[in-house]
């Protein structure tokens, strides 16, 4: 895989930016495997097997297969559980493709573009002129259109797109799937279908065939509690990111006819949010550079009995719109947020202990949409467009699981896991 995924960029001339003119100069064909805009680990895995798979089983293609992560390189530090797992099956990020790096439209237009669609099946509309070079869709939610005739369409309702992806290499020649291409899918079916639990109505018996199967054809596999733990734990990691980085990282934006407000899922403790260096200008640098009116914080963390909380901060320099938000938020009612006012060590930024740990975010939106006096029943102002963030599967969305996240370091636990195989006890020096 790490071989693949080095000549594949090596393929693109070794440029950050592909051009049109330089691909029709090599007059070669290049077949892109391409994820989702939210380029969360299924999108991500998805493209990255698939187009090792189509690469190795081509005959004697005259393409290149280059899998493309649909977002910014910069964007790729807040997928924390992406960037975990390609470090620990040794792919580099710097042999990445990412969206900005490769001209898709000039490709197209010189008539070098074939596109392949993992884990979605529908372009934005700013995308609507490649629609014509896609060649094969896989996704595992319902179709929304008809493909043109001679598109490959395989839209299957399983718990993770890698399912799809582990079922057609199955199909394949023996021999093809890697370890390291096997450890990805397997981790990432498990953490799609939040470790193959019923009770999170996520997965189905042909996740757990293809689980069983990875697990039987590479049985040094991690257990399946352990890569998950692991992966759920990446996921909530956010000590190597910058502020600006963890406001983006799950940030929603509601609108009204004046103002933008910003609601950012933070995973961390208020109290730890508060004491980063520097932060009141960072918010103010943030919300500015983005003309948002304010930002509401919503954290949420883990004592030692893995039991979640959640705080909340409200900031804005408008004290008008400040004590809007704060008021709509401490008497809502349906459902009540039982919030307790905490010490702001800024008379801009008011704070709260949220007593109703059960409030997530996605319930407290609409009590900030009517704050700003958003869409009621005959419709209005509609959410500002951002970049999807990372599916969380957690508290965020409120999985049946939420209950279950640990604090764990990811490396801690891959680490005692190889310990224990050695025979070292837990705890015993390295």
């Known amino acids: 895989m790490q071989r693949f995924v080095e000549g594949s960029r090596a393929a693109l001339q070794h440029q950050r930016i592909v051009t049109e003119q330089e691909n029709i100069r090599h007059h070669r064909e290049i077949h892109v495997v391409m994820g989702n805009e939210a380029c969360d680990l299924d999108s991500t895995v998805s493209a990255l097997a698939l187009a090792y798979f189509l690469a190795k089983t081509a005959p004697a293609p005259k393409a290149a297969f280059v899998p493309v992560l649909n977002i910014p390189r910069a964007d790729f530090a807040l997928r924390t559980e992406t960037t975990f797992l390609l470090r620990e099956q040794g792919v580099p990020a710097a042999a990445l493709v990412f969206r900005d790096e490769i001209d898709l439209g000039g490709l197209h237009r010189a008539g070098l573009l074939a596109l392949t669609l993992v884990d979605h099946h529908v372009l934005p509309g700013a995308d609507a002129a490649l629609e014509e070079a896609v060649v094969e869709v896989l996704d595992h939610r319902p179709l929304e259109r008809d493909r043109a005739p001679g598109c490959r369409v395989t839209a299957e309702p399983v718990g993770s797109c890698a399912t799809l992806v582990t079922e057609r290499i199955a199909q394949g020649p023996p021999g093809v799937l890697d370890g390291p291409t096997a450890a990805l899918l397997h981790g990432t079916i498990l953490l799609d279908c939040v470790n193959l639990s019923p009770a999170a109505g996520k997965v189905t018996p042909r996740d757990v065939a293809c689980v069983s199967l990875l697990e039987q054809r590479f049985p040094e596999l991690p257990a399946r509690d352990t890569i998950f733990q692991a992966l759920q734990a ?36 208020l109290e730890t949010f508060l004491r980063r260096p520097g932060l009141l200008p960072e918010l103010e640098g943030f919300c500015r550079a983005r003309g948002y009116a304010g930002l509401v914080a919503m954290t949420i963390s883990f004592n030692e009995r893995n039991e979640p909380a959640r705080q909340l901060a409200v900031y804005s320099q408008r004290e008008t719109l400040r004590s809007a938000v704060c008021r709509a938020l401490e008497e809502e009612t349906s459902p009540s947020l039982q919030l307790q006012p905490l010490a702001s060590p800024w008379p801009c930024v008011a704070t709260y202990a949220q007593g109703n740990a059960l409030a997530s975010r996605k319930k407290v939106l609409p009590v900030l949409r009517a704050a700003l006096g958003g869409p009621g029943p005959a419709g209005g102002p509609e959410d500002e467009v951002v970049p999807p963030p990372t599916p969380m599967n957690s508290l965020v969305e409120e999985c049946p699981l939420a209950q279950a996240v640990p604090p764990l370091c990811p490396q801690d636990v891959l680490e005692r896991v190889s310990r224990i195989a050695a025979g070292q006890p837990p705890g015993s020096p390295k």
């Open 234 to 269: 990446a996921k909530f990691d956010v000590s190597g990111l910058t502020t600006e980085q963890m406001l983006r990282k799950d940030l929603k934006v509601l609108s009204s006819d004046e103002l933008l407000l910003a609601v950012s899922a933070i995973y961390v403790d």
